[in-house]
């Protein structure tokens, strides 16, 4: 199982980016996917997940600016950041839990400047 995350980069507070996890290796609609982060001495969080039946759930921190989408053709994850604020920075990372195992993508770094 891999999954490759990309899509992180610098922008100004209020702008957007938007994160992609491509996932291979798994049967795409039986993988749960979600996003964490994880800032410079702090824990890594869940941001956003959803559940191969298409549900979703957001951090109340990114409640109503990030969405997460998925697209089963291209076996694919989106996590679409807008609004972004500078306590927003950090490493992000794509993580899959398939068949009760849990896998992690690199990590992509968002940095948010005031």
């Known amino acids: 199982v891999q999954l490759q995350a990309s899509g992180g980069g610098l922008v100004q507070a209020g702008g957007s980016l938007r994160l992609s996890c491509v996932v291979s290796g798994t049967i795409f609609g039986l993988t749960d996917v979600s996003w964490y982060r994880q800032a410079p001495g702090k824990q890594r969080d869940l941001v956003a997940a959803t559940r191969s039946g298409g549900s979703a759930n957001y951090a109340d921190s990114v409640k109503g600016r990030f969405t997460i989408s998925r697209d089963s053709a291209k076996l694919a994850v989106y996590l679409q950041m807008n609004s972004l604020k500078p306590e927003d920075t950090a490493v992000y990372y794509c993580?899959?839990?398939?068949?009760?195992?849990?896998?992690w993508g690199q990590g992509t770094q968002v940095t948010v400047s005031s």
């Open positions: 993580n899959a839990r398939y068949y009760q195992r849990e896998y």
